[in-house]
Nanobody, 116 residues
Framework: QVQLVESGGGLVQAGGSLRLSCVAS????????TGWYRQAPGKQRELVAR???????YYADFMKGRSTISRDNARNTVALQMNSLKPEDTARYFC??????????WGQGTQVTVSS
């Protein structure tokens, strides 16, 4: 079992930066793909970025060049650095863990609000 707790969200002006952090409990964390999703009001949840246990990364097109996902397996943490934020990045951001062919583990999310 893996439990995920996010932090680091907040209110930022357009063009600003935020660093989201996720702390995981559970011994399997270092062996699973982890990622960040987001969901804006009235929209579907979408993948922002993911990182493999070995550090291979994937970014959604809307975040390429503006964000960096990283992980520290020894500390069971995953982070998402977001730069050049836009109002359309406003959403609730969720940390997630991929296990047994599905995004099985989810945190409660942290709100990111970007003002214009």
């Amino acid at each position: 079992q893996v439990q995920l707790v996010e932090s680091g969200g907040g209110l930022v002006q357009a063009g600003g930066s935020l660093r989201l952090s996720c702390v995981a409990s559970g011994s399997i964390f270092s062996n699973i793909i982890t990622g960040w999703y987001r969901q804006a009001p009235g929209k579907q949840r979408e993948l922002v970025a993911r990182i493999s246990p070995g550090g291979s990364t994937y970014y959604a097109d809307f975040m390429k060049g503006r964000s960096t996902i990283s992980r520290d397996n020894a500390r069971n943490t995953v982070a998402l650095q977001m730069n050049s934020l836009k109002p359309e990045d406003t959403a609730r951001y969720f940390c997630a863990g991929f296990y047994l062919n599905s995004w099985r583990y989810w945190g409660q999310g942290t709100q990111v609000t970007v003002s214009s």
